[in-house]
């Protein structure tokens, strides 16, 4: 099973996480986490989210999620790892993104499930376009998504 997917079709939580450990009878723990696309209530954090659009570089996407992989392993005691990212037009409530990481123990992979989003929310190679009722907009990172990156060591682009 490759560890990174990018796909423009939705998964099984289920599926990849059975999968992820089905040959290892080394794992005694699995962190998983799943982001959805958010709708966004009026007057919260801005206008409804209508659809979001995301885009990559295939190849290149999957050569730095490649790497940051292998930097997990290297920071972590943790024995696999699975990344999809969906791409493509998206509507709220759908799945964009899934991390899943396998352990002995789940401190290692909690921490290596937050380190992959992290890294993920602030220098995975996508570009996304939400529209709102306002039009279409390009969206970079949070602040608060490089603060997060920032304790890991991960520069971030907005600050």
């Known amino acids: 099973m490759a560890r990174v997917a990018i796909q423009h079709e939705d998964f099984d939580l289920s599926n990849e996480i059975a999968e992820l450990r089905r040959h290892d009878k080394r794992v005694g723990a ?30 290149m996407t999957e050569k730095a999620i490649e790497a940051m992989i292998d930097e997990a392993l290297h920071r972590f005691d943790i024995f696999g790892v699975r990344i999809i990212h969906r791409v493509g037009l998206l509507a709220p409530g759908d799945q964009i993104v899934l991390v899943a990481v396998t352990s002995a123990h789940r401190g290692q992979s909690y921490q290596a499930c937050e380190f992959l989003m992290d890294y993920l929310k602030t220098q995975a190679p996508f570009w996304k376009k939400e529209r709102t009722p306002q039009g279409e907009q390009w969206v970079d990172a949070r602040v608060s998504d490089d603060a997060a990156a920032a304790r890991w060591g991960i520069p971030g682009g907005n600050g």
Do not use: D
């Open 30 to 59: 699995v962190c998983s986490f799943v982001g959805t696309v958010r709708g966004r209530e009026e007057g919260t954090h801005g206008p409804p989210v209508l659809s979001m659009e995301l885009e990559h570089y295939p190849g």
